[in-house]
């Protein structure tokens, strides 16, 4: 079946480290983004990418970083620059102009 | 900017109970209009895609229909498994970028 995988589903950040959440889709879509998502709160975005080797900023990038190496990867580092990491992260791709996202079953990310 | 509004917050239902949840969205443009459903704990569930003012869709006890200012998602006879919270999300102008809302939080009571 098709569809994105994210892993892991829980993940723990000591103070100062960085950590990579993964993303991968098999639904051959070119557009691929994350979203930090937070009691009360809509969906926001951290990052977006619509095509390989390419990617921009979102609303909240700030303490992020994104790589798109390979069409069907987009993963996720939390920097130690994000000071308020703990939140549920949801991975996301589409299709061409005006196609739906679809996502993943999200990461939830906390501090220790 | 674009802006979406969803309400109510929360919504309690009896089971059989008829209902409307609200979008309201500002922008500039329109090219779609979404509508998730969100389990907790997992990621949105793609429901619907209305494009242009007068559409509707259906898919069992859930219709979705579009105006220029606003959309409604009715949920028919809602039934215990139909609690999630629903999301509306727009996307405008020239990018892929979407707006989502907040989310209503529907609860269907047995």
């Known amino acids: 079946d098709g569809g994105i995988t994210q892993s892991p589903k829980y993940l723990f950040r000591k103070e100062g480290q960085n950590v990579t959440l993964s993303c991968e889709q098999n639904?051959?879509?070119?557009?691929m983004y994350w979203y930090r998502q937070d009691p009360g709160q809509g969906l926001r975005l951290i990052y977006y990418s619509q095509i390989v080797n390419d990617f921009q900023k979102g609303d909240i990038a700030e303490g992020y970083s994104v790589s798109r190496e390979k069409k069907e990867s987009f993963p996720l580092t939390v920097t130690s620059a994000q000071k308020n990491p703990t939140a549920f992260y949801l991975c996301?791709?589409?299709?061409?102009?005006?196609?739906?996202?679809?996502f993943g079953d999200g990461t939830r990310l906390s501090i220790l | 900017e674009d802006q979406v509004t969803q309400s109510p917050e929360a919504l309690r239902l009896q089971e059989g109970e008829s209902s409307s949840l609200n979008c309201s969205y500002t922008v500039s443009g329109l090219r779609g209009l979404f509508w998730y459903r969100q389990d907790p704990g997992k990621g949105p569930e793609f429901l619907f895609t209305?494009?242009?003012a007068g559409e509707e869709k259906e898919k069992e006890r859930l219709k979705a229909t579009l105006t220029k200012k606003e959309s409604f998602l009715h949920i028919t006879a809602p039934k215990p498994e139909d609690s999630a919270t629903y999301l509306c999300?727009?996307?405008?102008?020239?990018?892929?970028?979407?707006?989502f809302g907040t989310g209503t939080k529907l609860q269907v009571i047995p």
């Open positions: 639904l051959n879509h070119d557009a």
């Open positions: 996301a791709s589409s299709g061409r102009d005006s196609q739906p996202q679809h």
């Open positions: 999300a727009v996307q405008a102008g020239g990018y892929q970028k979407v707006t």
């Open positions: 209305l494009y242009s």
